[in-house]
């Protein structure tokens, strides 16, 4: 399949106007003419052409943190749970798909590995990983985790976990003011990025556990002290510390404009990572809905508990992404890079995703100025299309 004429995002964050050439699941170089190939099945794919004259061309989206949409949630680890939500992932851009457990209990967080490692990627978005958020956080600053099934850091419980899940935990969510979880951070840090997350952490402390192997941190500004000119915090600590990337949230309800465009220029292109945070609201009407067995109350954009706390979001990341451009200012490029080749990197797929390159998997979205969805590719397979 030939691309032509498309406003094409490169990996070094520019865009040029140039061709794509997509071959089977993959971009290759060269164009079909190019090649030699003589297959009618060959011959077939290199008669199809698309005119993409005044569109974007961009990396299919990366979302390493969210938990669910159009009524599924990641841990109801039911056999159509993964399917449901990766078509509508992928519907909306998002061809990569790393969902979120919760605090839950540890025969549910068992079935749900189970369930990951059975599903077999062959429709919609690509199940690259898993995030695992809970159960080693803060009861200070569970958030919307329920505090029944909080626990502490145990190595022994990851590695049986992620050994359930095939091997695909990318990340690991602690409060590193717990009980044993410096100790934590030094057994499983060469095996899985140890974020920082849902946590009473001072300056010192989350220092320290940058300095023995935490790499990341869950959902920026959230569920964590605020940064402050005499207390900093977390935040204050992974501003410091240049090998810690920062998941932030831009729904417009989470996180203030003005804090948004400030992390950009505190962190840089590089460090800041966009996710969702989506709950199973995600798509749907408002309403009573449930995350992690509690109750959620959505309302326009806003999904909240009993109490008034913010329980995930109701966005998808590319209407994140959109939003993090048209309302709150930050650069194309930025919020691009934020989603694609920065979340790509950190959990370790790269080579395979995240960016418009030769022997890549070919996930693509096309979008208008206006940035307007007009079709996804993921692996080289056309999902949707307005063309």
Same mark, same amino acid.
């Given at each position: 399949m030939l691309i032509k004429n498309a406003i094409v995002f490169d990996p070094d964050k520019v865009f040029r106007n140039r061709e794509i050439n997509i071959l089977g699941e993959k971009f290759v170089e060269s164009s079909f003419m190019n090649l030699g190939f003589s297959s009618d099945s060959d011959k077939k794919h290199e008669k199809r052409q698309i005119d993409a004259t005044g569109l974007y061309a961009i990396p299919g989206l990366i979302d390493i943190h969210f938990h669910g949409c159009m009524g599924d949630d990641f841990c109801d680890a039911k056999d159509e749970t993964i399917k449901n939500i990766a078509k509508y992932e992928a519907r909306s851009g998002i061809t990569s798909i790393c969902p979120a457990t919760m605090t839950i209990s540890k025969d549910e967080l068992r079935e749900v590995m189970r369930k990951a490692a059975a599903y077999k990627s062959e429709e919609g978005a690509k199940l690259v990983g898993i995030n695992m958020e809970g159960p080693f956080i803060s009861e200070a600053k569970k958030g919307a985790q329920s505090s029944k099934y909080i626990l502490k850091c145990n190595a022994?419980?990851?590695?049986?976990?992620?050994?359930?899940?095939?091997?695909?935990?990318?990340?690991?969510?602690?409060?590193?003011?717990?009980?044993?979880?410096?100790?934590?951070?030094?057994? @499983?840090?060469? +095996?899985?990025? /140890?974020?920082?997350?849902? *946590?009473? =952490?001072?300056?010192? %402390?989350?220092?320290?556990?940058?300095?023995?192997?935490?790499?990341?941190?869950?959902?920026?500004?959230?569920?964590?002290?605020?940064?402050?000119?005499?207390?900093?915090?977390?935040?204050?600590?992974?501003?410091?510390?240049?090998?810690?990337?920062?998941?932030?949230?831009?729904?417009?309800?989470?996180?203030?404009?003005?804090?948004?465009?400030?992390?950009?220029?505190?962190?840089?292109?590089?460090?800041?990572?966009?996710?969702?945070?989506?709950?199973?609201?995600?798509?749907?009407?408002?309403?009573?809905?449930?995350?992690?067995?509690?109750?959620?109350? @959505?309302?326009? +954009?806003?999904? /909240?508990?009993?109490?008034? *706390?913010? =329980?995930?979001?109701? %966005?998808?990341?590319?209407?994140?992404?959109?939003?993090?451009?048209?309302?709150?200012?930050?650069?194309?490029e930025d919020a691009i890079a934020a989603a694609t080749i920065n979340p790509a990197k950190q959990i370790g797929i790269f080579d395979k995703v995240g960016s418009i390159e030769d022997g890549k998997?070919?996930?693509?979205?096309?979008?208008?100025?206006?940035?307007?969805?007009?079709?996804?590719?993921?692996?080289?397979?056309?999902?949707?299309?307005?063309?």
């Open positions: 022994k419980l990851f590695d049986e976990l992620n050994e359930l899940s095939g091997n695909i935990i990318k990340l690991v969510d602690i409060a590193p003011e717990n009980e044993g979880a410096m100790e934590f951070i030094k057994e @499983v840090k060469d +095996r899985v990025i /140890v974020s920082i997350a849902h *946590t009473t =952490a001072d300056y010192d %402390t989350a220092s320290k556990a940058f300095e023995e192997g935490a790499s990341h941190v869950t959902h920026l500004y959230n569920a964590m002290p605020p940064f402050t000119h005499r207390a900093p915090g977390v935040i204050g600590a992974a501003v410091d510390n240049n090998t810690v990337c920062v998941e932030l949230i831009c729904d417009g309800i989470h996180i203030h404009p003005a804090v948004v465009r400030a992390t950009f220029k505190m962190f840089g292109n590089e460090r800041v990572i966009l996710i969702s945070d989506s709950m199973r609201a995600c798509g749907l009407e408002d309403g009573e809905y449930t995350l992690g067995g509690q109750k959620v109350y @959505v309302t326009g +954009r806003k999904a /909240v508990l009993e109490d008034g *706390t913010i =329980a995930g979001s109701v %966005t998808n990341l590319f209407e994140c992404m959109k939003r993090a451009v048209q309302d709150m200012h930050i650069r194309l998997y070919a996930d693509l979205v096309l979008m208008d100025k206006s940035l307007n969805i007009k079709a996804v590719y993921v692996h080289g397979k056309e999902i949707y299309s307005k063309l």
